[in-house]
């Protein structure tokens, strides 16, 4: 055998791709079906879709269009994992396969879903109606169209990166806050907001931040950081989302939502004990009354269990706490002077 043809057998194989169906007019209930091609070396998961669609199965439903991953429309779960098919190989994914040579496919969680692969946007654009996702120009009306509205090289850094969101929703179905909360604004949108609420031109500042630190908000982030680990666009999204939080400190106070009074209460901990008094930290976050009235339930179960956090005396510091506080203030000062500095 030669070296060429030993080449070409080790750049072609059999996968099997087993592919999420559901139609809801016709199916109780969704299945999977597995469809196996010879694949070649190159191929990305999305030709092998359009090969199965063109020769094995046309009822196979899926959302494509640029296959260059420009639009996002092709986004869906790959091996469990949120990607676009057309810019994830096939070669790549087999050493991820838990079963040997299968590959799986699904639709994007936290949407709904319309059929097999494709999901429903719209609630994701309902999301960037309510938060304004738009720029609203702050120059008079009577000087539009007579002179240009310069953005600076330096302004413009500052939200260079979010203007590469090319709206897969990627972020949208790997955001754990979403699996439990799907009136949750989500990490697309806080990007988008992100992006206007930066840009010199925008007069919704001050309406889209008190639209965003209200329930289901910015302050709801866990920072799981699932969002940007899977951005199909290496975009900093935990960036513009601690963007978001500390420009609402900066401009509405320490005071202005449960979300803020946590992130003061959470501080303080930390810089005292370096570690958080969790068993106040309810009473600090929401008040007294809504903590009672929504959290006894579940304490007199924690009680019962014996799952209490320690009480504040007897919440010991954490060790090395004098270097730490140090280190601490120095942490906070350069936020403070890095945060003037953008803000310039």
């Known amino acids: 055998m030669t070296v060429t043809s030993e080449q070409h057998i080790e750049g072609k194989r059999d996968v099997t791709f087993r592919v999420f169906r559901l139609n809801p007019q016709v199916d109780s209930k969704p299945y999977f079906d597995d469809y196996t091609i010879p694949v070649e070396r190159g191929i990305t998961v999305l030709r092998a879709l359009n090969y199965i669609k063109e020769n094995i199965d046309a009822s196979v439903s899926y959302r494509v269009f640029c296959q260059a991953g420009i639009c996002g429309s092709c986004g869906m779960r790959i091996n469990g994992i949120s990607k676009l098919a057309c810019t994830t190989q096939v070669w790549d994914e087999l050493p991820k396969c838990r079963e040997a040579g299968i590959i799986k496919i699904e639709p ?17 654009v309902g999301k960037m109606k309510h938060y304004r996702n738009w720029v609203e120009s702050s120059m008079p009306e009577p000087e539009m169209g007579k002179k240009e509205f310069l953005v600076s090289e330096e302004e413009f850094s500052r939200y260079d990166k979010a203007t590469d969101c090319i ?20 990490p697309a949108v806080l990007l988008k907001s992100y992006r206007m609420n930066v840009d010199t031109r925008d007069s919704l500042h001050d309406v889209r931040l008190a639209e965003l630190v209200q329930d289901h908000g910015v302050w709801d982030c866990t920072h799981c950081y699932r969002c940007q680990e899977t951005c199909v666009k290496n975009i900093p999204i ?16 320490l005071k202005d939502s449960a979300g803020a009074k946590h992130a003061e209460a959470f501080m303080s901990d930390i810089e005292k004990k370096g570690k ?37 005396p007897l919440v ?26 953008h803000n310039k």
């Open 108 to 124: 994007l969680r936290n949407l709904p879903l319309l059929k097999d692969l494709i999901v429903d946007m719209d609630p994701l």
């Open 238 to 253: 935990m960036e513009a989302i601690h963007g978001i939080r500390e420009d609402a400190i900066e401009c509405r106070g």
């Open 276 to 312: 958080l008094v969790e068993a106040t930290l309810p009473f600090r976050t929401n008040g007294v009354a809504w903590t009672v009235k929504n959290l006894l339930p579940m304490a007199v179960k924690m009680i019962m269990k014996r799952r209490t956090p320690p009480p504040p």
């Open 316 to 341: 010991k510091s954490s060790k090395g706490m004098k270097q730490f506080r140090e280190e601490f203030r120095e942490m906070t000062e350069h936020v403070k002077d890095d945060h003037k500095t």
């Open 167 to 186: 709206l897969c929703a990627s972020c949208v179905s790997e955001c754990s806050i979403l699996r439990a909360n799907k009136e949750y604004v989500s």
